[in-house]
């Protein structure tokens, strides 16, 4: 059973430009979430997608977006990066109406904005 | 709306000392209660969980109980290891989708 993988593990952008990071989920899982970690402080929710549409926010503007695939990998688009973009980027998944729904998480993406 | 309180860190401790995280909530229905732990460089590992009041999540040690009168979850482990030091978050799952509400995390550094 594989886990959930992302990449890259780390990149460094600077303000104004556009970054797509990527995730594949772990086997049999077909929901994917995506976080936001901050340096110090907790995970914040940012989106969830199921079924390749967007099903849940978190209090994040539009220029963070997504993508699933069929396959139920997924991608996350931050256009416009701002030097708060900067931290890491988590993804997890999860499978769907399986009693409490527990997330796996990929060791995620740090990102750097100058 | 929903929120995870963790107490203040860091936390440092000898080998073998009694551990306890304190984590309180709030939340509008019935959460799922999660302890995750985050090991340096690595990505969120899930450590315990307790879905209804009374459960006990308990793994590699660690024990949490769902306690719905005093709205807490706290983690207890009766003798740490050098190898317990990372950084444990509490977090709660409200509602059927993904979306876990996380608290601000606690540093905890075991000496030999």
């Known amino acids: 059973e594989t886990g959930v993988t992302q990449s890259p593990t780390h990149l460094i952008k600077t303000r104004g430009q556009q970054v797509t990071l990527r995730c594949s989920s772990q086997?049999?899982?077909?929901?994917v979430s995506w976080y936001q970690q901050a340096l110090g402080q907790g995970p914040q929710f940012i989106f969830q997608?199921?079924?390749?549409?967007?099903?849940g926010r978190g209090n994040f503007p539009p220029r963070f977006s997504g993508l699933q695939f069929p396959n139920y990998s997924s991608e996350l688009n931050v256009n416009a990066l701002e030097l708060d973009d900067s931290a890491l980027y988590l993804c997890?998944?999860?499978?769907?109406?399986?009693?409490?729904?527990?997330?796996?998480f990929g060791a995620g993406s740090r990102l750097t904005v100058l | 709306g929903d929120s995870v309180t963790q107490m203040e860190g860091p936390v440092t401790l000898s080998e073998e000392a009694f551990l306890t995280i304190n984590c309180t909530y709030t939340a509008t229905g019935y959460p799922s209660l999660f302890w995750y732990v985050q090991y340096p460089g690595e990505g969120l590992q899930l450590l315990l969980k307790?879905?209804?009041?009374?459960d006990k999540g308990s793994n590699k040690g660690f024990e949490a109980t769902y306690r719905k009168e005093t709205t807490s979850f706290h983690l207890e482990k009766g003798s740490v290891q050098v190898s317990d030091s990372a950084v444990y978050f509490c977090?709660?799952?409200?509602?059927?989708?993904?979306?876990?509400?996380f608290g601000k995390g606690i540093t905890l550094s075991v000496r030999p």
């Open positions: 086997s049999g899982h077909n929901t």
């Open positions: 997890a998944s999860s499978l769907m109406g399986s009693g409490a729904n527990v997330l796996t």
């Open positions: 977090a709660l799952k409200d509602g059927a989708n993904s979306k876990l509400t």
């Open positions: 997608y199921y079924r390749e549409e967007e099903n």
């Open positions: 307790a879905t209804k009041a009374d």
